[in-house]
């Protein structure tokens, strides 16, 4: 005769604990995030200081950020624990978020004389995240003006010359604008370069951010408070973290930016003038 009961000794199916698979999380997997439903390829990964995060992008390439946790997602819908690849193989060269070799191993080298300045903190911090191995193994130093009104008198004061280099990144460098006309006749020891973007935000894809575009914003409005508003984001400090975690590499900047960064490291750096 059959135990009506069971075996006790079990275990209650709702309580015992389950195994959960883990899965490597590899570029183009599609998985579910079991919380909200959003389902979509990996394109990415971020890291944070509450943890480590997986990027997706759905099939109509909007973006979101989602913590790897235990058994936070589903494949097939069968949960499972996403892991991050394992680092490169060796012998097989890793590059850096700007798409060039990473070296493994160097040592910081003293800031050399030369720099290159931009114009506020997200400017130097999205530079940062793309070249900031490249930078680090030429030595050099990105500076931000707090302003571009501060140009002028920061030169006087840094003296620009043979070996003592400034490349200098702009927003919004377009025909007729005041960057325009602050940024003239500065010498040959000064490259300025730029993007047409009203805000350095805007040279973020927007699918990387996980928008359709940019929200348009009156030029009598401030656009980081407009933009923010426009999209449904708490604060520009809230707008702040969302484009900056978008950012994983160059792939996800637009090409007037990555153009005009390449510019200045080449001129800071061209052979015979860092010292």
């Given amino acids: ?40 390829a990996v394109v990415g990964f971020d890291r944070s200081y509450d943890g480590d995060f997986v990027k997706l992008a759905d099939a109509r390439g909007a973006v979101r950020l989602f913590a790897l946790r235990e058994a936070a997602f589903l494949i097939d ?12 193989a060796p012998g097989k ?41 490249d930078l680090r193994v030429e030595g050099v130093v990105v500076e931000h003006l707090e302003g571009l009104d501060n140009l002028a008198a920061r030169l006087a004061e840094f003296g620009p010359g043979p070996g003592r280099r400034v490349g200098v990144l702009v927003d919004h460098l377009v025909t007729g604008s005041k960057e325009t006309h602050l940024t003239a006749g500065l010498g040959e020891f000064v490259l300025v370069t730029g993007h047409p973007f009203v805000d350095v935000w805007q040279a973020v894809k927007p699918a990387a951010v996980g928008i359709p575009e940019w929200p348009r914003v009156p030029r009598d409005e401030d656009w980081k408070t407009g933009v923010c508003t426009r999209l449904g984001w708490d604060t520009p400090q809230d707008g702040w973290r969302r484009v900056y975690s978008a950012v994983n590499s160059f792939r996800d900047l637009e090409a ?16 015979g003038e860092q010292f």
């Fill in 1 to 40: 005769m059959s135990d009506r009961y069971g075996d006790i000794f079990s275990g209650h199916p709702h309580t015992a604990k389950r195994t959960v698979s883990q899965v490597v999380a590899e570029p183009e997997l599609v998985v579910e995030d079991a919380a909200s439903g959003f389902c979509g």
């Fill in 77 to 88: 819908g069968k949960p499972v624990t996403l892991v991050r690849p394992a680092k490169s």
């Fill in 93 to 133: 060269p890793a590059r850096s978020a700007s798409g060039s070799t990473r070296v493994e191993g160097v040592r910081a080298k003293v800031a050399a004389p030369s720099r290159i300045w931009v114009e506020g903190v997200h400017d130097a911090a999205l530079v940062e995240r793309v070249w900031g191995h």
């Fill in 256 to 271: 007037p930016l990555l153009g005009a960064v390449e510019r200045l490291i080449d001129f800071v750096t061209e052979p």
